[in-house]
C-alpha cells in the first residue's frame, strides 16, 4: 500500500511531462498508438473521428492479430461508409424520421437511412475531425483523449455540446473507453457509441458464426420494418435472441432478421445496473476473449448482415458475418418513446458512458 501511493505521484509526473511535449498539430488528422509495457497489447486511434482502427492482441499462444475491422490509413476511413471503430454521435442508431419534439419545440435531423436519420446524419461525430487534447503514451496506463465542439444546429440537433473521448489501456490486457458530453445552452438528445467490429481470430479471417457470445440481457426492444423499435420491450426467452447463456453465434443467426437481411441487428435491454458486465466474446479456435462492461442501459448486437466485398487493412476483403459489433448505447429511437430510458441532456448535466473491454486468451 504505503509503496503503490509513492509510486503513484511519480508516475503521474512523467505521464504529464510526455503530454506537455505532444502538443503539437493536434487538429491535424494523425494517427496515434497506445501499447502496454509487453509490448503484446496495442491499439491505433484516429482523430478522424475518433476512431479506432486497431487492436491487437495475443491468443493463447502469444501469437498476436488485430482483432477489429477497418482500414490500413486514415483515407480508407474517410471513404468508407460502415463505420469500422467509428465514435458515433450525436445520435447513434436510429430516430424514426429524423423527428422529435423536446421541450415543446419540433426538430427534425438529415435523413441518411430510408425516412430515418441515422447515426448522427449525414456527416456525424465519426466524419469529423477532433481535436487531440492529450496523448499520454509512455505510462503504466497510456492514453489519449480526443475533443469535439459540436454546434447548435449541428446535422439537426439543438444547442452547443461539448464533447470528450478517452481510450486508454491498463491491466494487462484492458482497453476502456470514457466518453462525457456537456450541453452549453440547450437540451438535446445524446447518445455516443464506439462502434468497432470484432473478429476474435483476426479481422479478416472468416466468419464470427463460431464465436461463442452472452449478452447479459433478458429483454430486447422489437423493431419494425424499417428498424424502428415498436415500443414493446420484449422477452428474450424463448425466442433466438436469447443470449444468456454462452452461445455460438451462428446456432440461431438464421431465425433472425433486421431491415432485411438475415443475422442480429437488435437492441437488448441490459439487465444490470450501474457499471456492469454486459457481454462476454469467445472465439475457441484462438482462445481470445473479451468481457464487456458499460454503465449503458442497452446494447446492439450487430453481426455485420451488410458486410459484403470489402477492402479493409493488410489486402483483405470482409464479407457478410466478418465481424460482430456491440455498440453499448441508449435504445434506439429513445427520443420518440418515453417509456424508454431517457437520453436527453440538459445543461448543467453531464452524459457519462463509460466501456472496458477486458481481454484475455
Ligand atoms: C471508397 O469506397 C468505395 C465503396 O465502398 C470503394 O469501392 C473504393 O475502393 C474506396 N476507395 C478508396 C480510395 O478507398
Ligand atoms: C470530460 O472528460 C475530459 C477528459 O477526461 C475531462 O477533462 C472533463 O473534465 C470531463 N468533463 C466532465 C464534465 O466530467
Known sequence: MARAALLLPVALLLCLALA???????????????????????????NWGATLMSVIAPDSKGNLADVVLGYDTVAGFVNGSSYFGALVGRVANRVAKGRFVLDGKAYHLYINDGKNALHGGHRGFSKVIWTVKEYVPDCDSPYITFYYRSFDGEQGFPGDLDVYVTYQLSGPYDLSLHMNATALNKATPVNLVNHAYWNLAGHGSGDVLGHVIQVLASQYTPVDQSMIPTGEIAAVAGTPYDLRRPTPLG?????????????YDVNYAVHGQGFTLVARVRDPASGRAFELWANQPGVQLYTSNWLKDEKGKAGKVYGKYGALCLETQAFPDAVNHPNF???ILRPGGVYRHDMLFKFSS
Open 341 to 343: 430510458p431517457s437520453a
Open 20 to 46: 506537455g511535449s505532444a502538443g503539437a498539430a493536434r487538429k491535424t488528422v494523425g494517427v496515434y498508438e497506445l501499447k502496454n509495457k509487453k509490448g503484446d497489447f496495442s491499439i491505433k486511434v484516429t
Open 251 to 263: 446456432s440461431r443467426i438464421g431465425l433472425v432478421s433486421g431491415g432485411g437481411a438475415v443475422g
